[in-house]
């Protein structure tokens, strides 16, 4: 495939046709050799560059998500804790472990009969502690198990030594008073 400028020449005796016919080709060769040439080593990284800060976009988002969900979580039971608390008051000191310490609550012979049953929960609530309704302890137990102090109402755990086996033949009564 001649241009007509490669035509003049040939007519005019300028270049001879093997020598018209070698550029043609060539020419034709570049034309079709033009395939698209794989990504440049700078176009490489900055795609790497850019999937790595998406990537930890994504991160930061998926933690700041769960951080909320939390937060919400949290103030859900704290909600369900000011909704449905028990008023307790009385001249009797109920004393229960929460954690290392020992702490008390002042109840009523009512409430404390309620409690050593499992019909009430003592669960943490801002610096003090409240007594909730056995029902509405598992709702916050699913939001925030860490609130719950003191459940008589669960299941004991299977003794973890020889020594807890042998005490478990005397049991302590649920309303004892310290």
Not at 24 to 50: C, I, N
Not at 53 to 67: F, G, I, V, W
């Amino acid at each position: 495939m001649r241009n007509p400028l490669q035509d003049q020449l040939l007519k005019a005796g300028l270049v001879k046709k093997g020598k018209v016919d070698q550029v043609a080709r060539e020419q034709s060769k570049q034309r079709q050799g033009k395939a698209p040439t794989g990504p440049s080593a700078q176009q490489v990284e900055a795609q790497r560059l850019l999937a790595e800060r998406a990537e930890r976009d994504r991160a930061l988002a998926a933690e700041r998500n769960a951080q909320a969900r939390a937060s919400e979580l949290r103030t859900q039971a704290r909600q369900l804790i000011d909704a449905h608390k028990v008023e307790h008051s009385g001249d009797i000191t109920y004393r229960f472990a929460d954690g290392q310490r020992i702490a008390s609550v002042l109840v009523d012979v009512r409430l404390r009969a309620q409690l050593a049953s499992g019909a009430l929960v003592i669960v943490r609530h801002g610096e003090g502690y409240e007594l909730i309704p056995r029902a509405i302890a598992g709702r916050i137990d699913e939001r925030d198990p860490g609130l719950i102090v003191l459940d008589h109402g669960r299941g004991e755990a299977a003794p973890a030594s020889d020594d807890d086996a042998y005490y478990q033949q005397f049991p302590v009564p649920d309303d004892l008073i310290w």
